[in-house]
């Protein structure tokens, strides 16, 4: 029997797809806990698990409306499974705060690399090692501070504005912003910053990132028409171009 890996919820009301998504990764070493509607999901109270496969259609709710409320219980990274094969669908979806999308039918091998991506991200923004705790009691470049009062603070993968109220980045923000402020007055290519928060090959035609820098931009109040500190550089990427202090 393999080592368990991590626990996912899956919320689907296909009962047959339930069994065969179970079977397969709890042989993948995973624990798999089963959710057919958003009742029960919103029964799920104390439950703990890693990563959420979300179909978007359910008899008793909209599965994009139940983004938000897995949000209130956990940070675990979602998935969306869906048979909605339509390009808007998959922008609200990540929109919305979903980690990834991934189109029924699909091979079962596929939506395991998924999980072990999206779960691999979400171990890399895990709260601090020993190590990061050592630098962040020595003061080593932990918190980045930056035009208009923000702080960028690594030790918690969290941003914070000048009140000290957390922006509430998710983990693909995170990465993005830091690694713009970090290479602040540099132009990034898109390719460069899809590398940093999505695994796999490069799509000229995804716009995840496209999305995710107008979700960072509208928590920064950073005017998408005529933005201050995220630029955007025509047919290459994206450049900080704020000012980024100690």
Request: aromatic share 6%; with cysteine.
């Amino acid at each position: 029997m393999p080592v368990q890996k991590a626990t996912v919820l899956s919320v689907d009301d296909d009962v047959n797809l339930q069994e065969v998504l179970k079977t397969y990764l709890e042989e993948d070493g995973y624990k798999v806990i089963g959710a057919g509607t958003g009742a029960q999901v919103d029964s799920l109270d104390g439950a703990s698990f890693d990563v959420v496969l979300l179909d978007l259609m359910l008899p008793d709710s909209e599965g994009l409306s139940l983004i938000h409320k897995i949000r209130a219980k956990s940070r675990a990274p979602i998935i969306i499974v869906s048979g909605k094969s339509d390009t808007t669908e998959k922008i609200v979806g990540l929109e919305m705060g979903a980690d990834d999308y991934i189109t029924k039918p699909f091979e079962m091998r596929e939506l395991s690399a998924r999980i072990k991506a999206v779960l691999r991200r979400a171990r890399d923004a895990a709260p601090l090692t020993a190590a990061s705790a050592a630098a962040g009691a020595e003061g080593k470049d932990m918190k980045i501070r930056f035009e208009g009062g923000w702080c960028l603070d690594r030790a918690q993968y969290q941003l914070f504005d000048p009140a000290d109220k957390s922006a509430d980045l998710t983990t693909g923000e995170f990465q993005l912003l830091e690694a713009l402020v970090m290479s602040a007055g540099r132009v990034l290519s898109r390719e460069h910053l899809f590398e940093l928060t999505r695994e796999g090959n490069y799509d000229a035609y995804d716009r995840a990132i496209d999305i995710q820098i107008a979700r960072i931009r509208k928590k920064l109040g950073d005017d998408p028409k005529s933005p201050d500190l995220i630029k955007t550089v025509r047919g290459v990427g994206y450049m900080f171009s704020g000012n980024v202090g100690k």
